[in-house]
């Protein structure tokens, strides 16, 4: 759920408008509230930190792991073990079963099938890390194309500023990182955004719970394309090269990413106003690059590099823009 629009983004209060002066004088002071940062401890610091780290090194994980596994059955199996026996221990989430399929085919099948398949041939650990965190962007589009959200002019900035960076990486694609891993990526950030739309339509729920049981309708779909597209041979051939490397990846994911991640997340924003903790998921990209250029030498140009600046620099706009909009708009008194 990182950087998305849904749960845990902080809400743009700069568009109240209320009639009467002493309304909005009200309203900015409730605002403010909600938006003000409430320092984290060292503890749960470190414990957030710890999230961006796991989150952010996971696209490495997924690169070794797919050294042996088809990208489709790799993401299979990942979401099987989300599923077990995890769902065993914790309770169904009071949603309709229509929108944890909804959830589970958009997730699974969608944002990772595309992106484990990406990441097999077509485009690098670190810039798949930063390229599908435009799923921000995404889920601000869908929102109002679907609900009728406004779209505000700080994030037309700020999509400006992530498209321009991916223009960058466009430019300079090569062997390592063509077209059609940015277009795979680009397509399964469309499909977290998708996630996240219908996540927001049902909030207040345990993120944990919700993951794991829409995993089971994420494990069925990737196993039939599996099937489908990659062949029995091929993943009969995975299966009896996968090492205890392999098997860990598989492992990283469900127990590191999804069970760690989702749990310690949502404790976090129960804790802490979302204005605290939203923008920690900043540190995602760069933990993603950081470890990608460290444990499998992904060279960091100065194009990548000037690329990953505007698509933060867009990120961070969008995310701290409303916090800030909210602190100026407090600090100006009423009119008389």
């Given at each position: 759920?990182?950087?998305?629009?849904?749960?845990?983004?902080?809400?743009?209060?700069?568009?109240?408008?209320?009639?009467?002066?002493?309304?909005?004088?009200?309203?900015?002071?409730?605002?403010?509230?909600?938006?003000?940062?409430?320092?984290l401890s060292l503890r749960d610091?470190?414990?957030?930190?710890?999230?961006?780290?796991?989150?952010?090194?996971?696209?490495?994980?997924?690169?070794?792991?797919?050294?042996?596994?088809?990208?489709?059955?790799?993401?299979?199996?990942?979401?099987?073990?989300?599923?077990?026996?995890?769902?065993?221990?914790?309770?169904?989430?009071?949603?309709?079963?229509?929108?944890?399929?909804?959830?589970?085919?958009?997730?699974?099948?969608?944002?990772?099938?595309?992106?484990?398949?990406?990441?097999?041939?077509?485009?690098?650990?670190?810039?798949?890390?930063?390229?599908?965190?435009?799923?921000?962007?995404?889920?601000?589009?869908?929102?109002?194309?679907?609900?009728?959200?406004?779209?505000?002019?700080?994030?037309?900035?700020?999509?400006?500023?992530?498209?321009?960076?991916?223009?960058?990486?466009?430019?300079?694609?090569?062997?390592?990182?063509?077209?059609?891993?940015?277009?795979?990526?680009?397509?399964?950030?469309?499909?977290?955004?998708?996630?996240?739309?219908?996540?927001?339509?049902?909030?207040?729920?345990?993120?944990?719970?919700?993951?794991?049981?829409?995993?089971?309708?994420?494990?069925?779909?990737?196993?039939?394309?599996?099937?489908?597209?990659?062949?029995?041979?091929?993943?009969?051939d995975g299966l009896a090269h996968?090492?205890?490397?392999?098997?860990?990846?598989?492992?990283?994911?469900?127990?590191?990413?999804?069970?760690?991640?989702?749990?310690?997340?949502?404790?976090?924003?129960?804790?802490?106003?979302?204005?605290?903790?939203?923008?920690?998921?900043?540190?995602?990209?760069?933990?993603?690059?950081?470890?990608?250029?460290?444990?499998?030498?992904?060279?960091?140009?100065?194009?990548?590099?000037?690329?990953?600046?505007?698509?933060?620099?867009?990120?961070?706009?969008?995310?701290?823009?409303?916090?800030?909009?909210?602190?100026?708009?407090?600090?100006?008194?009423?009119?008389?």
């Amino acid at each position: 759920m990182l950087l998305s629009a849904g749960p845990g983004q902080p809400p743009n209060c700069s568009n109240v408008r209320p009639e009467a002066r002493r309304t909005l004088a009200g309203a900015r002071n409730e605002c403010v509230s909600d938006m003000n940062p409430t320092p984290l401890s060292l503890r749960d610091g470190l414990l957030a930190l710890a999230v961006m780290a796991v989150w952010g090194t996971n696209f490495v994980v997924i690169r070794l792991g797919l050294d042996h596994l088809p990208p489709l059955l790799f993401a299979a199996l990942r979401f099987t073990l989300a599923v077990l026996p995890a769902i065993f221990f914790l309770e169904r989430p009071p949603v309709p079963w229509r929108k944890l399929a909804a959830y589970g085919l958009l997730i699974g099948a969608g944002q990772f099938g595309l992106m484990f398949i990406a990441m097999s041939h077509y485009i690098t650990p670190g810039l798949a890390s930063l390229v599908i965190q435009l799923q921000a962007f995404f889920t601000i589009g869908l929102a109002a194309y679907l609900t009728g959200e406004r779209v505000q002019r700080f994030q037309f900035v700020a999509l400006l500023l992530s498209v321009v960076g991916i223009g960058v990486i466009l430019v300079h694609t090569d062997a390592a990182t063509t077209p059609l891993g940015l277009a795979l990526v680009l397509v399964a950030a469309v499909c977290w955004a998708g996630g996240n739309v219908v996540v927001r339509s049902t909030p207040k729920v345990n993120m944990l719970a919700y993951v794991v049981w829409a995993s089971l309708f994420s494990a069925p779909p990737l196993f039939a394309l599996s099937f489908a597209f990659e062949g029995w041979p091929a993943i009969r051939d995975g299966l009896a090269h996968s090492d205890l490397a392999t098997w860990g990846a598989v492992l990283y994911q469900t127990v590191a990413n999804t069970l760690f991640g989702y749990a310690a997340w949502g404790w976090l924003l129960s804790r802490y106003p979302a204005a605290t903790i939203a923008p920690m998921s900043l540190l995602v990209p760069v933990f993603g690059m950081g470890a990608s250029a460290l444990w499998l030498d992904e060279p960091l140009q100065s194009w990548k590099l000037a690329a990953a600046a505007l698509v933060m620099a867009g990120l961070c706009l969008n995310v701290l823009w409303p916090r800030f909009a909210a602190l100026r708009g407090a600090r100006t008194p009423p009119a008389a």
